[in-house]
């Protein structure tokens, strides 16, 4: 009866643990730490910035860091959330008051992780048919669908939303946070944020996204453990 009952509590473990989300890693809180978790960021985001397409970006990112088995990003689609095109979003995609603009939003996920959120309004008159129809009716993500256009990506506008130490700290502005011993590294849930507008290789605008960046782009073990300084 004991075995048993041992056999049914490891199944409902094992059941939970499926179904729960992934754990994130631990960062220490300390100078050294923070240092490297900017490092990191100031990489993914001059990454982000250096190619068309941040799907295969974050493949790359996915797999440099073993974030999943078989590290490929994978598109979510958010539905019933529908967006109208902001003035400035028309403006930018040369889009006339009586041309249709598209919503598509879409949370970028390896394995479990949630690595990004994107809102993307595109024209679906400058793309194929087959494109438009592979976005309406599957969540495959956008840059892998568009990538035959040879698009070029141009950027709008680039910041960090979190930075783990404080403004000017390296021209003697703020002292380097001290270290707290034990204690882990608060990372927030957003870290990045992109604006973008997608060009097709004749230059024709049919894309403009606002991308997301979440804290876990980071979960991932340090290099320096929390005993250093």
């Not at 199944?11 to 809180?29: C, K, N, Q, R």
């Not at 960090?160 to 502005?173: I, V």
Request: aromatic letters at 6%; one cysteine or more; charged letters at 20%.
């Amino acid at each position: 009866m004991a075995d048993l009952t041992r056999t049914i509590i490891a199944s409902v473990l094992a059941a939970l643990t499926l179904g729960a989300s992934p754990e994130h890693a631990s960062w220490p809180d300390t100078p050294v730490a923070r240092l490297e978790a900017l490092a990191e960021l100031q990489t993914l985001n001059a990454d982000l910035l250096s190619h068309d397409s941040a799907t295969l970006t974050l493949d790359r990112w996915c797999s440099r860091h073993h974030l999943a088995d078989g590290a490929r990003i994978v598109a979510d689609r958010v539905r019933g959330q529908d967006k109208p095109p902001p003035a400035a979003v028309r403006e930018q995609l040369h889009a006339g008051a009586d041309q249709s603009i598209a919503y598509r939003r879409v949370r970028l996920r390896c394995g479990e992780r949630i690595l990004s959120e994107a809102d993307n309004w595109y024209m679906p008159s400058r793309l194929t048919p087959d494109m438009n129809r592979t976005l309406e009716t599957s969540d495959t993500a956008f840059g892998r669908v568009v990538q035959p256009l040879r698009f070029q990506r141009h950027t709008v506008s680039a910041k960090l939303l979190w930075s783990p130490l404080p403004e000017n700290w390296d021209s003697g502005g703020a002292p380097l946070p001290r270290a707290h011993p034990g204690a882990s590294l608060p990372i927030l849930d957003k870290v990045i944020e992109h604006q973008a507008l997608l060009t097709r290789a004749d230059g024709e605008p049919f894309s403009y996204v606002i991308e997301t960046y979440t804290g876990a782009v980071l979960d991932f073990p340090p290099s320096f453990g929390p005993s250093q300084p």
